[in-house]
């Protein structure tokens, strides 16, 4: 058996119904990989920290690629961090000094990023950043908006692991639904956007499953299961 590697989103990827709720039948499925020999690895918006505790209490690969790649955690209180959260920051006064109803959103401490509301036009914040010359990434990842630091995003982060793991692109399957797993997607040898993601998302897989979410997930993973367990 070839050992792969999965990269897989949590919002809207394996939770239920948009509210943060796991699908327990996709975590489960997930962990069945994880037993077989397979890495799986959370690479999230979210916190590396809630990803990291997510993949303890999942029985996941305990690394977690969280804040769309600025920030790796690999234990309890084990960061790597790739992204600069002061230019965030530089850049979220620049937007509320000039867009109404510009509200942080209220989310696990962030270490590398600035993760708002989704309360206003992104984009034009985009045209105001790109007019005051701030070298950052706003983008949507349908749970929030995100500002990183130039170059950051998830395959960032996850390229990061693939070297400390001496993990292969040909043995990457990255499993997600928005737009900010585009980048990893592009890094990954099969990638899988599902039925929950926009015509852009879809548009940039390899592989599309009609079920959202976590039901998309077993979809998937009941599709690949002949590939990679293949000896």
């Known amino acids: 058996m070839t050992r792969k590697t999965f990269a897989v989103d949590i919002d809207g990827t ?22 077989q020999g397979h890495n ?10 809630e990803a990291y505790l997510l993949s303890v209490f999942g029985g996941t690969t305990n690394i977690a690629v ?5 920030c790796i955690t690999t234990g309890s ?17 620049l937007i509320q000094s000039k867009i109404e109803n510009v509200v942080e959103k209220p989310v696990f401490p962030r270490l590398t990023e600035v993760v708002l509301q989704r309360t206003f036009d992104i984009e034009s914040a985009k045209k105001i950043l790109a007019e005051n010359n701030f070298d950052v990434i706003l ?6 908006f995100h500002i990183n630091s130039h170059g950051i995003n998830k395959a960032t982060g996850f390229e990061r ?9 040909n043995d990457v ?20 956007a599902l039925g929950n993601s926009s015509e852009l998302v879809k548009s940039k897989a390899s592989i599309i499953v009609s079920g959202k979410s976590g039901d998309g997930v077993i979809e998937a993973l009941d599709k690949l299961a002949p590939t990679f367990t293949e000896s």
């Open 173 to 192: 399957i990255a499993i997600g639904d928005s737009e900010t797993d585009i980048p990893l997607f592009d890094l990954a040898h099969t990638s899988i």
């Open 139 to 144: 983008s949507d990842s349908q749970y929030a």
């Open 77 to 93: 209180n084990k960061h790597i961090l790739l992204g600069d959260i002061k230019i965030c920051k530089d850049a979220l006064s």
């Open 14 to 35: 394996i939770t239920e119904n948009g509210g943060g709720i796991i699908h327990l039948e996709a975590l489960s499925a997930l962990r069945h990989l994880k037993n």
């Open 40 to 49: 799986v690895i959370f690479v999230s918006g979210r916190s590396s920290v």
């Open 66 to 70: 969280g804040e769309n790649g600025g």
């Open 161 to 169: 692991i693939m070297k400390d793991l001496d993990i292969k692109p």
